[in-house]
């Protein structure tokens, strides 16, 4: 597509719960990230996938939290049983090229508002 | 530990005047800086970027300075309309790691 897409856009969800949210990233794009924004807080850096190499997945937060990238294109975001200080937008973003160049910059979805209640 | 940092949370500026946002970090390793501009409900969208090994680049109405020796950037806008308000983001990608390290962002609102 012509930009990265994330759904749902919004969701809520009971404490305990599991939740996937989804990223569909520009096609031929390499690179694929997760970062969530809290209420207040900038954007915290959750993981990435960079072709078929294994993710960085040094920023998750717990055990409770993890991504695949099947085919090397769609993205799923899983969190098991959700506490409330999941509650954040969850942003998909994919590059070209997971390098140093002026071309590598990131395309940010609109982001899967979740709220665990 | 936050590597980069913006430390105003927010800025007010009237129309036409020069809005300077802010950034500073810690990691030496960081060769390459962006800004991000993002409004309510949507994802970022890159501004400007700027490699290390300049310290200058423009484009339109925004500038980004690099003061290595400081480890501070900042993004000047120029004359500021009302439709820069939103938060920017600063973020620099680690070399080697390939990361990239947002700052907390600072929220500009251009006062008509």
């Known amino acids: 597509g012509a930009g990265v897409s994330q759904s749902p856009s919004n969701k809520v969800t009971e404490k305990g719960k599991d939740v996937e949210l989804r990223c569909d990233p520009i096609?031929?794009?390499?690179?694929l990230y997760w970062y969530r924004q809290s209420l207040g807080q900038g954007l915290e850096f959750l993981i990435y996938?960079?072709?078929?190499?294994?993710?960085?997945k040094s920023g998750l937060p717990s055990d409770r939290f993890s991504a695949e990238r099947t085919g090397g294109s769609v993205s799923t975001l899983t969190i098991q049983r959700t506490q409330q200080e999941d509650s954040a937008v969850y942003l998909c973003?994919?590059?070209?090229?997971?390098?140093?160049?002026?071309?590598?910059?990131?395309?940010f979805g609109a982001g899967s508002r979740l709220t665990v209640l | 530990d936050q590597q980069v940092k913006q430390n105003s949370p927010s800025l007010s500026v009237q129309e036409g005047r020069i809005s300077i946002l802010n950034c500073d970090y810690t990691?030496?390793?960081?060769?390459?800086f962006l800004w991000y501009k993002k409004y309510p409900a949507e994802g970022p969208t890159f501004l400007i970027s700027?490699?290390?090994?300049?310290d200058k680049n423009e484009d339109g109405r925004f500038t980004v300075f690099l003061n290595k020796s400081a480890k501070h950037l900042s993004l000047h806008i120029v004359p500021s309309q009302p439709g820069d308000s939103a938060v920017y983001f600063c973020?620099?990608?680690?070399?080697?790691?390939?990361?990239?390290?947002f700052g907390t962002g600072t929220s500009l609102t251009v006062i008509p």
């Open positions: 700027i490699s290390s090994i300049k």
């Open positions: 996938f960079q072709g078929n190499s294994a993710p960085d």
């Open positions: 096609s031929g794009h390499t690179a």
């Open positions: 990691n030496s390793m960081f060769d390459y």
């Open positions: 973003a994919s590059s070209l090229l997971a390098g140093l160049s002026g071309a590598n910059v990131l395309t």
């Open positions: 973020a620099a990608i680690s070399n080697p790691g390939n990361q990239f390290y």
